[in-house]
């Protein structure tokens, strides 16, 4: 019944090894636990018959024993593949076909990632002949050859590597880290090599951050952004997971260093200047302004360095600074100009009149920003009893990024957030016919009969 996934239907399908690792089957599967978890899922086709062994348990016994074969073809192969990456360092052929290193030529020649290619490199370098032979035969795995390979070069003995053998791999990467050295020049050529990248998106939606920290140095940033990130939540508030938290938490970091005054004013006209100077503008660079009106600024918009933007990021800054619209055609500019979306001085006034966040319940007071109840591009206005007063997480988070609304009924001191609307599939229910219609306004028509 269950012939079609199994090699040999002999109970004992893996023949005695060789003196060099490889006997009569030895193609057939990789390393010796793997052998002998094929013996295992093998035993369960002679069991079929006993009652206290399902079908389903057969099944999933041979689904595992086709898996741990296939598995083993993928290692076979990667050994192939490391004796004709040998082959080619012998010869060479990185530096006469133009590549700036072997991993780069693997890389390209195999249409593989980087990180593939280099083990590949690592090994093909590093093995012996016979020990590469024994990956294409199957006696040991290529992960089990790559991570003893890497216990060697730590400095690991012979006894750990072969202790190690019973061990996951997960768990010899964990022996690995505690017999990797790390010298006071390994730590140097880190620090130097730290950096941080902030990288748009092909389609430049959203940035990627990509870089590397030291240990000490990547600790410090964790608990850093993580102490300022429950900062941030108000009572009561949906608790964000780690890694937004840490987003949050370090674009305040940084808008908070943008605000800080690094010279404070010493004299009374430098004080008088600074209270009149405006908050410096977050530019919005409009390259085709019909094409940005028209879909309400969800096409066409984007931030001066390149990023799009969608009308979420329009609402925000105008609540927060000035937008400055450019309309260009080629390289002509049609139009240019800024908007201050609320005057300083309204501003001012209008975090002098709330005092603190007018969100029911909320009590923080950090980052109070002034918000359009209604926002602009939906037709509201900059007067006083359009504006109120809401700490970062409710006007950041809660109402631009989360699509919450502020119940423009609600008390001016207790203002209610309305959940965002739910999303349909778009199947719009046909209207009533008139005939119902009549019948609904019927049943609602008051009368003068009382109750029976």
């Known amino acids: 019944m269950f012939d079609y996934l199994l090699d040999y239907p002999d109970q004992e399908t893996v023949q005695p090894a060789t003196a060099n690792g490889a006997g009569p089957d030895a193609d057939l599967f990789a390393s010796s636990y793997q052998q002998e978890r094929q013996r295992v899922y093998d035993r369960a086709y002679h069991m079929a018959a006993d009652s206290g062994y399902t079908h389903a348990n057969v099944e ?7 898996l741990v074969r296939e598995q083993a073809k993928v290692s076979r192969a990667r050994g192939g593949q490391i004796a004709w990456v040998r082959h080619m360092l012998r010869r060479g052929a990185a530096t006469r076909l133009g590549y700036r290193n072997p991993t780069e030529m693997v890389a390209s020649r195999l249409d593989a990632r980087r990180s593939t290619a280099r083990e590949l490199v690592y ?6 002949d016979h020990q590469i032979e024994g990956i294409r035969t199957g006696a040991v795995s290529f992960e ?3 991570t003893e390979a890497r216990l060697a070069e730590a400095g690991a003995s012979v006894e750990v590597i072969e202790a190690s053998r019973d061990l996951d791999l997960e768990a010899v990467r964990r022996v690995l880290q505690e017999h990797r050295k790390m010298s006071r020049q390994d730590e140097r050529e880190l620090f130097e090599g730290q950096y941080l990248m902030l990288q748009p998106s092909l389609d430049g939606s959203h940035v990627q951050v990509k870089g590397r920290l030291g240990a000490l140095e990547g600790e410090i940033c964790r608990q850093g952004l993580d102490r300022r990130g429950e900062r941030l939540i108000p009572a009561g508030a949906e608790r964000p997971d780690a890694g937004q938290r840490r987003a949050l938490a370090l674009t305040t970091l940084c808008q908070d260093e943008l605000d800080r005054t690094l010279q404070p004013p010493k004299t009374t006209a430098e004080r008088i200047r600074a ?17 940005a009106d028209a879909s309400g600024h969800e096409r066409g918009v984007a931030i001066l360095a390149g990023a799009r933007v969608g009308p979420d990021s329009v609402d925000l800054i105008q609540c927060t600074g000035a937008t400055e619209i450019i309309t260009v055609a080629g390289q002509s500019i049609l139009g240019h100009r800024s908007t201050y979306s609320i005057r300083p001085s309204l501003r001012r006034g209008v975090l002098a009149r709330d005092d603190g ?6 009590s923080s007071t950090y980052r109070l920003e002034v918000h359009h109840i209604v926002p602009r591009s939906q037709g509201g206005t900059n007067k006083p009893e359009n504006l109120t007063t809401l700490c970062w997480w409710h006007h950041h988070v809660a109402v631009h990024r989360r699509g919450m609304r502020i119940d423009p009924q609600s008390p001016p001191r207790r203002r209610r957030l309305i959940p965002p609307r739910a999303r349909t599939c778009g199947y719009q229910p046909p209207d009533p016919d008139p005939h119902t219609l009549a019948i609904l306004k019927a049943l609602h028509t008051p009368t003068n009969r009382g109750p029976p």
Request: net charge positive.
């Open 60 to 66: 999933d016994a041979k689904a595992e024993a086709a």
């Open 144 to 146: 089990r050859a790559l």
């Open 123 to 128: 090994l093909a370098e590093r093995l012996a």
């Open 275 to 291: 209270a009149q100077r405006r908050r410096e503008p977050s530019l919005i660079a409009v390259a085709h302004q019909p094409l």
């Open 357 to 362: 966040c007018t969100i029911d319940g909320c």
